[in-house]
């Protein structure tokens, strides 16, 4: 079983940015890959970005291309979610996640990143 903790969320203005972080534990992190979601209220949540275990292999929805840049470091077993150029609709709880198995099997327990016009 792997635990994933995020931190990084919070209050930030139109057009600045944060930098979100996911440790995870349990389990060997280097093998899997590592995901970035989010969920806005009263809407589903959705896919923002993943990393694969070989450094490079990134895929970004099309929403957040050229804004967010997702990261790992596997020695510290933690992955980010640099976030630039923020918007009002990127305001969501933004979760972690791992992938096993070829499904998203074990989430973190989210953290708030509020954009505020």
């Known amino acids: 079983q792997v635990a994933l903790v995020e931190s990084g969320g919070g209050l930030v203005a139109a057009g600045g940015s944060v930098r979100l972080s996911c440790a995870a534990s349990g389990r060997t992190f280097s093998s899997y890959t590592m995901g970035w979601f989010r969920q806005a209220p009263g809407k589903d949540r959705e896919f923002v970005a993943s990393?694969?275990?070989?450094?490079?292999?990134?895929v970004y929805a099309d929403s957040v291309k050229g804004r967010f840049t997702i990261s790992r470091d596997n020695a510290k077993n933690t992955v980010y979610l640099q976030m630039n150029s923020l918007e009002a609709e990127d305001t969501a709880v933004y979760y972690c996640?791992?992938?096993?198995?070829?499904?998203?099997?074990?989430w973190g327990q989210g953290t708030q990143v509020t954009v505020s016009s």
């Open positions: 996640a791992l992938k096993s198995g070829g499904r998203w099997s074990s």
């Open positions: 990393i694969g275990w070989m450094v490079g292999s990134t």
